[in-house]
C-alpha cells in the first residue's frame, strides 16, 4: 500500500509552481518502462490512479500546463494508424512542456527495410528520452525497451496488450463507481475478445483490482480465454468467459464493448456485422439487464449500430468522452513518474 | 459602429506585453464560432480587421510571438489536403503561444468509420479548446460547433465557405487600396465560380461592406448566381454576373483569378485548360482594361498559365503574397477574438 | 584561420545563458544559405565543427534547450520520405527553441500543380525564415536560395549533395580520429557511389580537409568519378576510385558503407544483394584489412547483411550511432550559424 505521505508527495511534484525544477522524482515508483500492466502491482495501480488525480487537477486550469518535462524529448513512433491514442500522448507530453516529435512510422524511412532496433537506436540518438510506441507486432515494444536508454511506453502491440488504455480504464471505472474501487464489481467485456489488446490488458488490471470480469462475445472470438479463466481462478482472481449476453449482462456495475474489426468478417470468425449487431450489440434494452447506475464504456473508435447503439453511447450513463479526457491525465502520470526513475538512475 | 474605445482596447489587448495575463477580453466580439462570413456585421468586420492591424504589427517583430493563447489547445482537423491554410492557422496558432495539435483526417483513425459528431466530441475531450476545421461537405462545421464545447473555425467547407479567406482579402484589399475602404470599388471574381467556397463567402463579405462585385467565367460555371444577384440587388448589395471578360474587367479596382481544378474537366463543365486560358486567363493584356493600379489576387495554388499568366502573378499590381501574409494576421485575429468569448462564458 | 578570439566568441554565443537576446551574431561566418560543401573554406568548416562543439555540450545538459532561436520559424520542407534528416532537423530547431512547421511535400497541396517557386514565396510570406528542403531534383534547393528571403538549408537533392550529412561525418571523423584532424588519413567510401549525394559531399569537404579519400564499389557504380579524381589530383586533393576492396581498406583509417538502394537492381547497374553482399559488403574479415582502430560509419538506414554485417554495424568501432547525435549537433550549429547572418542584414 502507498502510504499517505508517498501520495501527497508526489501529488505535490505533479502539481509543481512555475519555478520547480524539472526531474523531481516522484517517491515509490520503481519501472522505467511501460509496457504491459502485468507487472504493477496494487500498490503502482494506486500511485497512477492518485497521480492521474494530480493531473486531472491540472486539466481543469485555465492553462492545463505544467514544467515537469520542460526541455525532455518525448517521440511517438507510430507504426499503426491512430488519432486517438497517438494524440492523446501528445497532448498529454505538452501539457507537461515536452517537446513531441510524431513519426508516422508508415510514411517514414522505417519502411525502407532498416530493423526496428536500428531505428529505436537512431531515434535515441536523434535525442529522445521517453518513447511512445504502437506496432502490430505482439512484442515488439519489449524488444524496443532492451536497446532503448529512455523509458519505452507501449501504445498498443498487435493483439497482445495496450496498458495506457487499461489504466484510463480503471480509472474511469474508480472515478464513477460509488465508493471509488473496482473491488467486487461486476465487469463486462463484450465483443470480439479474440483480437483485443484492450481486452487483454484490461483482464490483467481488473482482476488484480479485484472485479468481477466477465467476458462476453461469439464463441469463435474467446477462444483460449476459457483456459486463461481456470488458471485466474485458481490464483483467486474472478474471471468468467460466456457466450450468453443476458448472463453476462445481468447485475453488471460496468459494460465496455469492443470495436468491431471490420475485416474480421473475411476470416469467417464473425458473423455479419447485421447479425453481430442484433446478437451483441449494447442496445438500450439489454443494458436494462444490468444494474440501474451501471457505466458503459467503449475504448473508440465506436461503430455505432454494430457494437453500440447510438442512443446508449450518448446516453447519461456512458463515460465514453470521460475515457478520453481521462487518457490524458493517466498519460500525463505515467509520463511523468516514468521521466523520474530515468532521471533518477 | 465600433467606437474608437473599443477599437483601441481591442489594438491593447491583442498586443500584450509579456506579462499579460492570457484569456484576457477583447472588448465587443460576440461570436463564439467563425462559421461562415454572413453572420458578422460592418462593425464585427471592422473590428476583425483592426486587430489582425495589431498582429500584423507582431509579425513584424524579430520575435512575432505573444502570449494571448499560452496554454491553450488548438487543433487541426483537416479532411482535405492543404498546405496553406493548414500551415497558416499553425504558424498563426503559434505565434499566439498555443499548443497545435494536427490531425490529418485521411491518415487516421477517423477513417475507421467514426461519425463525424464521435470525432468532434473526442477532439474536444483530448482537450481542444479551439477547433479548425476543413471538410469536403458543405455545412459540416456547423455540425461540429453543434457539439463542440469551445470555438470552431471553418477552415473551408465544400463548395459553401472559406471565411478566413474571405477576411484576408478583404483585408488585403482594404490595406492596398486608396482610402482604405472597398465601398464602391469593383472586385472582379475571375473564374469558376459554381465549385468554389472563396467566391460564396468572398460575395457575402466584400457586397456587405459596400463593394461593387462582378463574378465573371464561363456561364457553365456562374449557375445559380444569376438568381442571388437579383435577391441581392433587391437587398441593396451591387452584384454582376457575366460572362463578358471584357464588361467585367473594364475599370476594375480589384481582379481575383480563382484556381481551375483540373477534375472540372471531366465533368463537362469546363472546356479545356488551353481554351479556358485563351478566354479567361488573367493575362497582361487583359489586366490593361482595369485601372492602372488595380489589385491583382488569387487564394493560391496557382496554375500559372492557365487562370492567370505568370508575369501578371508577379508583377507591382500583385497581391498574392500579401494576401498569405495576411492570412496569418488574420487567423491569429480571429483565435484571439473567439478566444475570448470562449473564456468570458 | 579562425583566430582564438572568434571562437570563443562563438562558443560563447552558442550556449547563452537564458536572458541572452536571440538574434546575437556569431563571429565569422558569411554564408546566408547551406546549398553544399564546396563553397566552405577550411576556416568555415573549423567554425562549424567548434560550433557543434558547443552544441553537444548542450546535448548533454538534463535540459538540452537554449533560447538562441526563440520565435523563429523553421519550415521542414520535404518532398522525399525521410525519418532521420528530418527529425533530426526538427530536434535542432527545437533545442534552439525554434517553432517548427513540417511539409511532407507528397501529401500537400504542391502536388497541385504550383510550381517550386511559388511554394517557396508562400512558406516565406507564411512566416518561414528558415527553409529546410529536401527536393528529388539536383539543384533544387539553389532554385529556392533565388527567391527565398531567409536562409535555405538543404537537406539532400537528387544525387547532387547532402551537405549535412558530410559535416556531421567529418565532425563525427574528428571526434574519433587520434589528434581531432582528417588530414592523411586514409577515408573508404563504399558502395554506390554514382548515386549517392552523401559521397558527393563528403568527397569534396574530405578531401578540402587533407583526407586521402578512396572511393569503392562496382565499377558501374563510380562512373565518372576518375575524371573528378584526375582533376582533383592537379588541384593538390587526394582522391583514388577502385573496384579493389582489397586495395581500397587496407590500412584505412576510416570506413564509411553507403546505403544499397534496392530499387537500383531493376537499373541492371548492380549485381544481385547477395552477389553485392558477397564482393563488397563490410564485413569482420574485411574489416581486418584496415588499421585496428579504423571507425565505421554509415549514414543510414541500413540494409544489415548486404552492406554492411550486422556484428560490424554495432562493433566498438562502429561510430553510427554517434553519427546521428552529431547530426543533430551540426545542425544546431548550422541553423545557429545562418541565422545570425540573416538576422544580421
New interface residues.
Partial sequence: MTDVADVSAAAELVVPSVDVE??SQPVGWRHRHLLDVDGLSATDLDLVMRTADAMREV?DR????VPAL????V?ILFYE????TR??F??AA??LSA?V?N??AA?????????LV??I???????ARMLVMRHSVSGAPYLAAEVFGGSVLNGGDGWHAHPTQALLDLYTMRQRLPGGSVEGRKVVILGDCLHSRVARSNLWSLTASGADVWLCGPSTLLRGFEAWAARGAASGRRFHVTSSVDDALRDADVVMALRIQ?ERMASGLLPSLREYAARFGLTRERLALARPDAIVMHP?????GVEIAPDV?VSAQSSI?????N??AIRMALLYLLAGVR?GG
Fill in positions: 524539472p526531474g486539466l485555465p492553462i492545463a500546463k520542460r526541455g525532455s524529448n517521440t494508424a491512430s488519432t486517438r494524440v492523446s501528445e497532448v505538452k501539457n517537446d516529435v513519426i508516422a510514411t517514414s524511412s522505417v519502411t525502407k527495410g532498416e530493423s536500428d531505428t537506436r537512431t531515434v535515441e540518438a536523434l535525442g471490420r473508440g473508435p465506436m461503430n455505432e453511447a468522452t470521460d475515457q478520453v479526457t487518457g490524458v532521471d
